[in-house]
């Protein structure tokens, strides 16, 4: 079957933009991550969803950062503002709880 | 909060011989996992091994297999026969119910495989 796919690939934005990242995640996970991953470092924890509802935000750098999985399928992460320091490579991913999670290719946001 | 460390930030072996990677963490939960991923160049992150703490025996996974010290906190991954498609970034990870299932990154090792 399909594996997690996530778009854009690549994002070029210009400070003080909005952007929008997307994440399919596999049929049937329940459970879908977020992370960050600047250069050189391993990824962080943004947000988790169980279900539509974000169960732990507590990894959102600040209020610019929000993300949605109304249906409890696909979700989109959303950064205000942009900064470049927002400029890192985006990871979803998705399981069932407590199980393996399966990591989708990356959206890599560039912010000028 | 839970830490987990690499410290070897750099690694190379020759192709077909043995190598391992260092892996600490700090928890002071009972239950959790761990984890080995490998990240190519084309940033897909892949699952090598898995290991649940409350198991004793070591995780393997054809050439792959894990040293689990969990007195230590310690959770090196062996590479055997190493093969020229094994030169990657190697991240260990944490996760456990209490965080929700969240995986905490360690910053990882780059490994180079040399003909």
């Known amino acids: 079957g399909a594996g997690v796919s996530q778009t854009p690939s690549n994002k070029v934005t210009e400070k003080g933009k909005y952007v929008e990242l997307r994440c399919d995640p596999i049929s049937g996970h329940t459970a879908l991550y977020w992370y960050r991953q600047s250069l050189g470092q391993g990824p962080e924890f943004l947000i988790y969803?169980?279900?539509?509802?974000?169960?732990?935000d507590s990894g959102l750098p600040n209020d610019r950062f929000f993300a949605v999985r109304p249906e409890g399928s696909v979700s989109t992460l959303k950064i205000q503002r942009t900064e470049r320091g927002d400029s890192a490579v985006y990871l979803c991913?998705?399981?069932?709880?407590?199980?393996?999670?399966?990591f989708g290719p990356g959206t890599r946001l560039t912010v000028l | 909060a839970q830490t987990v460390t690499q410290s070897q930030p750099e690694m190379s072996v020759q192709e077909a011989e043995t190598v391992t990677l260092s892996c600490t963490y700090d928890t002071s939960e009972s239950n959790y996992y761990l984890f080995w991923y490998k990240q190519p160049p084309s940033r897909q992150m892949i699952l090598v091994i898995r290991q649940e703490a409350y198991k004793q025996q070591n995780a393997t996974e054809n050439r792959f297999s894990v040293n689990f010290q969990k007195a230590a906190k310690s959770f090196s991954l062996k590479i055997s026969d190493s093969q020229l498609g094994d030169t990657a970034m190697y991240f260990c990870?944490?996760?456990?119910?209490?965080?929700?299932?969240?995986?905490?990154f360690g910053k990882g090792t780059s490994l180079l495989v040399t003909p």
């Open positions: 969803f169980q279900g539509t509802g974000a169960a732990d």
């Open positions: 991913a998705t399981g069932n709880q407590g199980t393996e999670q399966f």
């Open positions: 990870a944490f996760m456990s119910p209490n965080s929700g299932y969240a995986l905490n």
